[in-house]
């Protein structure tokens, strides 16, 4: 489908191997990421007690997000707030800017994603071994666990640790690129089914698109929020 | 609109902005923990897979380690799910 397509806009940049040139992907990350400095530069310019509309939105992101944090990941996760923060605003940005039509939707791919994810995997790694150093080790061995058990039970463990980014990434794929195809089938349902039938398939398509910006919000929290939980396994060590 | 007006209004909003920070109810976490659900068992047999299937190029051993992994990675899901179902009950 052409709304999935990346094409290069602009001359061919070539790193050793490595395309690197500028893509429609490339520039949807930089519209989101200029909108929500735009927004939030905007937002604290002047803070009245009155805030305008824009402020009043800068407001609101901040306070959700900061609820969000301390209610999942506790107080030691104040630090993080700015990663996590802009992490949010960034993916909630390009889910909504998927939603007008002709745009495209960076984070319908799983690429996108997948290198979000990753980052995040490896930071929180990092952060639990600076933390508790190597005693980071005892995330794999649940207490009370008898001796023959558990070599079977650190494997598990270290699969479903390894599963992290992967579930991340897909479900954020999976849920945006999924939405778009069906808003497309239905679509192209009103097409072909012309003047008589195509009524039933365009109110559909009228309540997916709803549903679609409920889905774009609400997979930008569940990443922000299993960001702060994964934060606070690596924060807060009990099992 | 007069000060000692807005005053007031002002003291009204606080107080019930207290009262939802400390009433978790409305909380929309429980649609995000229930969205967590799904992909959870799904990530954790590809992961377990891709590793027996890692370990079986390098050892040249075809189906045995991906048969393994394939099952732990199964179980590794099955405690990724019941966990995050605990986590959503607490």
Known sequence: MTQFNVHRIGPEIKVGAFDI???NASLFMIISSVAILLIFSLGSKKNSLLPNKIQLLAELSYTF?????SDTAGSKAKPYFAFIFSLFMF?????MFGMIPYTFTVTSHIIVTFVLASFIFIGVTVIGFIKHGFGYLKLFVPSGVPAVLLPLIVVIEIISYLSRPVSLSVRLFANMMAGHTMMKVFGGFVISLGIVGGWLPLSFSVALTGLEILVAFLQAYVFAILTCIYLNDALNLHH | MPKDQFKTRLEIAKKISKKNLYDNKN????????????TELVSAVVVGTIIGFIFDKTFGT???FILIFFFVGVVAGITNVIRSAKNMQK
């Open chain 1, 21 to 23: 040139s500028f893509t």
């Open chain 1, 65 to 69: 997000v900061s609820k969000m944090i």
């Open chain 1, 91 to 95: 993916v909630l940005f390009c889910n």
């Open chain 2, 27 to 38: 909380n929309p976490s429980s649609i995000g923990t229930a969205f967590k659900l799904s």
């Open chain 2, 62 to 64: 075809k189906p045995w």
